[in-house]
């Protein structure tokens, strides 16, 4: 009896070892998993703006959407702009390039067929240099 009592003793030492060994394990894994709770929070707060603090990833990226809803638009309108300005611009050479014409033929400058075609080169290149810097902006 005495034999069973300490078998049973050294069993329930046993048995509050390794319920204290697996506690503190278990102690030891919360402690490394809400290390890395704090570690995650901190690089996700590090990116973010003083005004974005308690953001969600869905609100951020809502709040993105619209800002390049927004940018989209405002490059539309930019485009029409600036197709109204290259037809302005076109306008006022061809204005230029008559009035050119119309003095050449009253005599009243001489070599001005050199300067209406010197126009019309600059003119031309011009026009292209816009459609060239535009194009990667167009959709």
Known sequence: M????KILKTELEKAKKTSTSSG???DDIVNEKDALIKKYEDMLNKGMEDGEDGMLPSEVI???????????KERRKMVVEMELLKKDNEEMDMKIILLEDELNKTGKEEGSSNTQESRAAQASEFSSGLRIFWLPIQI
């Open 62 to 72: 809502l709040e993105l959407k619209d800002e390049v809803t927004d940018l989209e």
């Open 2 to 5: 005495k034999k069973k009592v």
């Open 24 to 26: 503190e394990v278990t």
